[in-house]
């Protein structure tokens, strides 16, 4: 399978609907939760994509765009941007659609950084070497 190929099919989707227990005063998704959900999404596809073991080691400039009320569903779309050695990024977007209209936006979007650790928790290659 060739880098473009893998790419393509560890693109991960997740819906959540937004529920008042996950929202701030303002009545809107609070920003850790959101970032907590966009850490979940970039670990799944990290993991998808390279299917090893990864952790996260850095988090980059989080955009909060818009806000996401209560009442709304969210899509959190995870895509691997770049590939290294032993590590690669994933950007995450959140994008906010009202519930009884075809509204969508996108909210919120972030870069996540992971490296592939082995069992004794050392970098790996994230990808095997071409023969």
Not at 42 to 61: E, G, L, M, P
Not at 94 to 103: K, T
Not at 117 to 123: C, T
């Given at each position: 399978?060739?880098?473009?190929?893998?790419?393509?099919?560890?693109?991960?989707?997740?819906?959540?609907?937004?529920?008042?227990?996950?929202?701030?005063?303002?009545?809107?998704?609070?920003?850790?939760?959101?970032?907590?959900?966009?850490?979940?999404?970039?670990?799944?596809?990290?993991?998808?994509?390279?299917?090893?073991?990864?952790?996260?080691?850095?988090?980059?400039?989080?955009?909060?765009?818009?806000?996401?009320?209560?009442?709304?569903?969210?899509?959190l779309?995870?895509?691997?941007?770049?590939?290294?050695?032993?590590?690669?990024?994933?950007?995450?977007?959140?994008?906010?659609?009202?519930?009884?209209?075809?509204?969508?936006?996108?909210?919120v979007?972030?870069?996540?950084?992971?490296?592939?650790?082995?069992?004794?928790?050392?970098?790996?290659?994230?990808?095997?070497?071409?023969a």
């Open positions: 399978m060739n880098l473009q190929e893998r790419v393509a099919q560890s693109e991960t989707r997740i819906f959540k609907a937004v529920f008042p227990n996950t929202t701030n005063h303002y009545d809107t998704l609070f920003g850790g939760t959101a970032m907590q959900l966009m850490d979940e999404v970039a670990f799944i596809t990290a993991t998808r994509f390279c299917r090893k073991r990864v952790v996260t080691v850095s988090s980059d400039r989080i955009d909060f765009t818009q806000p996401i009320p209560a009442g709304t569903i969210v899509e779309i995870g895509q691997v941007t770049s590939v290294g050695n032993t590590s690669l990024k994933v950007q995450v977007e959140i994008y906010v659609e009202e519930m009884y209209s075809d509204v969508r936006i996108k909210a979007s972030g870069s996540f950084t992971f490296v592939a650790i082995d069992e004794h928790k050392q970098p790996v290659r994230v990808l095997p070497e071409e």
